[in-house]
Protein backbone atom coordinates (compact mmCIF):
# COMPACT_ATOMS: atom_id res chain seq x y z
CA UNK A 1 0.00 0.00 0.00
CA UNK A 2 2.60 2.75 1.08
CA UNK A 3 4.28 1.55 -2.45
CA UNK A 4 0.86 2.33 -4.47
CA UNK A 5 1.18 5.72 -2.61
CA UNK A 6 4.86 6.49 -3.89
CA UNK A 7 4.42 5.51 -7.55
CA UNK A 8 1.46 7.86 -7.88
CA UNK A 9 3.24 10.39 -5.84
CA UNK A 10 6.20 9.74 -8.35
CA UNK A 11 4.00 10.15 -11.18
CA UNK A 12 2.19 13.34 -10.36
CA UNK A 13 5.78 14.98 -9.82
CA UNK A 14 6.86 13.79 -12.99
CA UNK A 15 3.61 14.82 -15.15
CA UNK A 16 3.59 18.29 -13.18
CA UNK A 17 6.85 19.07 -13.77
CA UNK A 18 8.16 17.44 -17.23
CA UNK A 19 7.49 20.52 -18.89
CA UNK A 20 11.09 23.07 -19.20
CA UNK A 21 10.62 26.52 -18.28
CA UNK A 22 9.09 28.99 -21.15
CA UNK A 23 11.01 32.15 -19.52
CA UNK A 24 14.71 32.37 -19.69
CA UNK A 25 14.60 33.87 -16.31
CA UNK A 26 12.80 31.18 -14.53
CA UNK A 27 15.85 29.78 -12.67
CA UNK A 28 15.44 25.75 -12.80
CA UNK A 29 11.28 25.86 -13.30
CA UNK A 30 11.08 26.66 -10.11
CA UNK A 31 8.38 30.24 -12.08
CA UNK A 32 6.78 27.07 -13.54
CA UNK A 33 5.97 25.01 -10.72
CA UNK A 34 4.48 28.02 -8.88
CA UNK A 35 2.44 29.18 -11.52
CA UNK A 36 0.82 25.51 -11.29
CA UNK A 37 0.14 25.73 -7.44
CA UNK A 38 -3.87 26.31 -7.43
CA UNK A 39 -4.35 26.60 -3.40
CA UNK A 40 -5.66 24.75 -0.66
CA UNK A 41 -8.77 23.94 1.09
CA UNK A 42 -10.69 22.56 3.87
CA UNK A 43 -13.71 19.69 3.59
CA UNK A 44 -16.71 18.32 5.40
CA UNK A 45 -19.33 15.98 4.55
CA UNK A 46 -21.48 12.75 5.86
CA UNK A 47 -21.74 8.82 4.04
CA UNK A 48 -21.87 5.08 4.93
CA UNK A 49 -19.08 2.63 5.38
CA UNK A 50 -20.08 -0.98 4.53
CA UNK A 51 -17.51 -3.54 6.20
CA UNK A 52 -17.19 -7.14 7.28
CA UNK A 53 -17.26 -8.33 11.24
CA UNK A 54 -17.27 -11.93 11.44
CA UNK A 55 -15.79 -12.18 14.31
CA UNK A 56 -17.84 -9.58 15.69
CA UNK A 57 -21.14 -11.64 14.22
CA UNK A 58 -20.24 -14.63 15.37
CA UNK A 59 -19.54 -13.92 19.04
CA UNK A 60 -22.93 -12.36 19.39
CA UNK A 61 -24.61 -15.41 18.09
CA UNK A 62 -22.38 -18.00 20.16
CA UNK A 63 -22.19 -16.08 23.56
CA UNK A 64 -25.28 -16.71 25.78
CA UNK A 65 -24.54 -13.25 27.73
CA UNK A 66 -25.08 -11.75 24.29
CA UNK A 67 -28.94 -11.24 22.86
CA UNK A 68 -29.36 -13.25 19.47
CA UNK A 69 -32.16 -10.93 17.93
CA UNK A 70 -29.07 -8.66 16.51
CA UNK A 71 -29.00 -8.25 13.10
CA UNK A 72 -25.45 -8.94 11.49
CA UNK A 73 -23.29 -5.67 11.45
CA UNK A 74 -21.63 -4.44 8.39
CA UNK A 75 -22.81 -0.86 7.71
CA UNK A 76 -22.26 2.35 9.78
CA UNK A 77 -22.60 6.04 8.45
CA UNK A 78 -21.17 9.33 9.97
CA UNK A 79 -19.07 11.83 9.22
CA UNK A 80 -15.53 13.15 7.21
CA UNK A 81 -13.37 16.57 7.79
CA UNK A 82 -10.40 17.04 6.28
CA UNK A 83 -8.24 19.11 4.22
CA UNK A 84 -6.64 19.61 0.89
CA UNK A 85 -3.17 20.76 1.35
CA UNK A 86 -2.19 21.69 -1.89
CA UNK A 87 -3.72 21.82 -5.12
CA UNK A 88 -1.68 21.80 -8.62
CA UNK A 89 -3.27 21.86 -12.03
CA UNK A 90 -1.53 20.72 -15.28
CA UNK A 91 -3.71 21.84 -18.28
CA UNK A 92 -7.17 19.58 -17.70
CA UNK A 93 -5.49 17.76 -14.83
CA UNK A 94 -5.84 18.99 -11.27
CA UNK A 95 -4.01 17.27 -8.65
CA UNK A 96 -4.23 17.44 -4.58
CA UNK A 97 -2.31 16.40 -1.58
CA UNK A 98 -4.42 15.81 0.95
CA UNK A 99 -5.95 14.30 4.85
CA UNK A 100 -9.30 13.23 6.27
CA UNK A 101 -10.19 11.86 9.70
CA UNK A 102 -13.42 10.12 9.62
CA UNK A 103 -15.92 9.13 12.21
CA UNK A 104 -18.62 5.83 11.52
CA UNK A 105 -20.95 4.13 13.69
CA UNK A 106 -23.36 1.33 13.93
CA UNK A 107 -25.60 1.29 17.20
CA UNK A 108 -28.09 -2.12 17.26
CA UNK A 109 -30.37 -2.50 20.28
CA UNK A 110 -32.22 -5.81 21.11
CA UNK A 111 -34.50 -7.15 23.88
CA UNK A 112 -37.79 -5.91 25.40
CA UNK A 113 -39.63 -5.09 28.54
CA UNK A 114 -37.78 -5.26 31.16
CA UNK A 115 -34.52 -5.57 29.66
CA UNK A 116 -32.93 -4.24 26.31
CA UNK A 117 -29.32 -4.27 25.07
CA UNK A 118 -27.53 -1.78 22.66
CA UNK A 119 -24.13 -2.56 20.86
CA UNK A 120 -22.58 0.21 19.08
CA UNK A 121 -19.69 0.17 16.78
CA UNK A 122 -17.05 2.96 15.92
CA UNK A 123 -14.79 3.19 12.62
CA UNK A 124 -12.56 5.35 13.29
CA UNK A 125 -9.71 6.20 10.06
CA UNK A 126 -7.21 8.66 9.37
CA UNK A 127 -6.18 9.31 5.52
CA UNK A 128 -3.49 10.76 3.93
CA UNK A 129 -2.58 10.87 0.02
CA UNK A 130 -3.21 12.23 -3.08
CA UNK A 131 -6.38 12.87 -5.27
CA UNK A 132 -6.61 13.24 -9.37
CA UNK A 133 -9.22 15.00 -10.92
CA UNK A 134 -10.25 16.06 -14.35
CA UNK A 135 -11.63 19.71 -15.60
CA UNK A 136 -14.93 19.24 -17.61
CA UNK A 137 -15.73 22.43 -17.51
CA UNK A 138 -16.49 25.57 -15.44
CA UNK A 139 -18.76 23.96 -13.07
CA UNK A 140 -17.64 20.15 -13.32
CA UNK A 141 -14.64 17.86 -12.60
CA UNK A 142 -14.45 14.08 -12.98
CA UNK A 143 -12.56 12.99 -9.82
CA UNK A 144 -10.53 10.13 -11.53
CA UNK A 145 -9.20 8.60 -8.54
CA UNK A 146 -8.72 9.47 -4.69
CA UNK A 147 -5.72 7.08 -3.24
CA UNK A 148 -5.40 7.37 0.66
CA UNK A 149 -3.07 5.40 2.81
CA UNK A 150 -5.71 4.91 6.08
CA UNK A 151 -4.92 4.22 9.64
CA UNK A 152 -7.73 2.57 11.59
CA UNK A 153 -9.29 2.15 15.00
CA UNK A 154 -12.53 1.05 16.49
CA UNK A 155 -14.14 1.18 19.72
CA UNK A 156 -17.20 -1.04 20.88
CA UNK A 157 -19.81 -0.77 23.68
CA UNK A 158 -21.90 -3.11 25.04
CA UNK A 159 -24.79 -1.75 27.39
CA UNK A 160 -27.51 -3.56 29.12
CA UNK A 161 -30.17 -1.77 30.50
CA UNK A 162 -32.20 -4.09 33.39
CA UNK A 163 -35.45 -3.30 35.86
CA UNK A 164 -34.37 -5.65 37.83
CA UNK A 165 -30.59 -5.63 38.00
CA UNK A 166 -29.96 -1.97 36.63
CA UNK A 167 -27.75 -0.64 34.20
CA UNK A 168 -24.17 -2.13 32.80
CA UNK A 169 -22.00 -0.81 30.75
CA UNK A 170 -18.44 -2.78 28.51
CA UNK A 171 -16.58 -0.47 26.72
CA UNK A 172 -13.31 -2.07 24.33
CA UNK A 173 -10.91 -0.45 22.02
CA UNK A 174 -8.48 -1.49 19.42
CA UNK A 175 -4.99 -1.68 21.18
CA UNK A 176 -3.43 -0.24 17.84
CA UNK A 177 -4.00 1.41 14.80
CA UNK A 178 -4.37 -0.36 11.39
CA UNK A 179 -2.74 0.61 8.06
CA UNK A 180 -5.21 0.09 5.63
CA UNK A 181 -5.55 1.53 1.86
CA UNK A 182 -8.98 3.47 0.04
CA UNK A 183 -9.67 3.86 -3.13
CA UNK A 184 -12.35 6.41 -4.90
CA UNK A 185 -14.15 8.30 -7.80
CA UNK A 186 -17.21 10.77 -8.09
CA UNK A 187 -18.29 13.66 -9.80
CA UNK A 188 -17.56 17.35 -8.49
CA UNK A 189 -19.90 20.55 -8.49
CA UNK A 190 -18.22 23.90 -8.59
CA UNK A 191 -21.98 26.11 -7.46
CA UNK A 192 -19.50 29.03 -6.81
CA UNK A 193 -15.98 28.52 -8.46
CA UNK A 194 -13.43 28.21 -7.65
CA UNK A 195 -14.66 28.63 -4.12
CA UNK A 196 -17.10 26.27 -2.78
CA UNK A 197 -17.55 22.92 -4.33
CA UNK A 198 -20.07 19.67 -3.37
CA UNK A 199 -18.15 15.97 -4.30
CA UNK A 200 -20.32 12.70 -4.47
CA UNK A 201 -17.37 9.82 -4.13
CA UNK A 202 -17.87 6.28 -3.84
CA UNK A 203 -15.31 3.73 -3.69
CA UNK A 204 -13.62 0.97 -1.71
CA UNK A 205 -11.51 0.69 1.34
CA UNK A 206 -9.14 -2.22 2.56
CA UNK A 207 -8.73 -2.64 6.32
CA UNK A 208 -8.71 -5.18 9.43
CA UNK A 209 -9.28 -4.72 13.53
CA UNK A 210 -7.63 -8.11 14.61
CA UNK A 211 -9.15 -7.77 17.92
CA UNK A 212 -10.45 -5.21 20.96
CA UNK A 213 -9.45 -5.22 24.54
CA UNK A 214 -11.77 -3.87 28.00
CA UNK A 215 -10.73 -0.46 28.78
CA UNK A 216 -10.85 -1.11 32.26
CA UNK A 217 -8.73 -4.56 32.52
CA UNK A 218 -7.11 -4.66 29.24
CA UNK A 219 -9.02 -8.17 28.49
CA UNK A 220 -9.56 -9.26 24.63
CA UNK A 221 -12.46 -9.74 23.80
CA UNK A 222 -11.89 -13.34 22.32
CA UNK A 223 -12.87 -14.54 18.91
CA UNK A 224 -12.13 -16.88 16.45
CA UNK A 225 -11.85 -14.57 13.39
CA UNK A 226 -11.03 -10.85 13.31
CA UNK A 227 -13.78 -8.67 14.86
CA UNK A 228 -13.63 -6.62 11.75
CA UNK A 229 -12.12 -8.41 9.09
CA UNK A 230 -12.77 -6.76 6.45
CA UNK A 231 -14.01 -3.14 5.05
CA UNK A 232 -16.10 -2.62 2.01
CA UNK A 233 -17.93 -0.20 -0.20
CA UNK A 234 -18.19 3.54 1.09
CA UNK A 235 -19.91 6.57 -0.42
CA UNK A 236 -19.67 9.88 1.09
CA UNK A 237 -20.47 13.40 -0.56
CA UNK A 238 -18.06 16.02 0.95
CA UNK A 239 -18.65 20.02 0.73
CA UNK A 240 -15.28 21.77 0.05
CA UNK A 241 -14.36 25.42 0.48
CA UNK A 242 -11.32 26.18 -1.14
CA UNK A 243 -8.83 29.06 -0.95
CA UNK A 244 -7.08 30.01 -3.87
CA UNK A 245 -3.20 31.54 -3.79
CA UNK A 246 -3.67 33.88 -6.74
Not at 50 to 68: K, V
Not at 163 to 180: A, H, R
Request: hydrophobic share 40%; aromatic share 14%.
Amino acid sequence: MQKILLILFIIITFVFNSEQSKAQDDCCGAGSIFSSILGSGIFGGYGFQQYSASGLNELITSDPNLNENFDDFGFAHGWRVGANIIGIRKEDILAAFKFYYQSVKERQEAGSGDETQEIEVELNSWGLGIGLSYILGKNFDLRILDALMTFNSANLTNEIHSVSFGDSKQEFESSESNIGFSADAGFVYYPFPPYISIEILGGYSFFAIETVVDKEDGIELGANDDIIDSGGFFATGVLTISIPFD
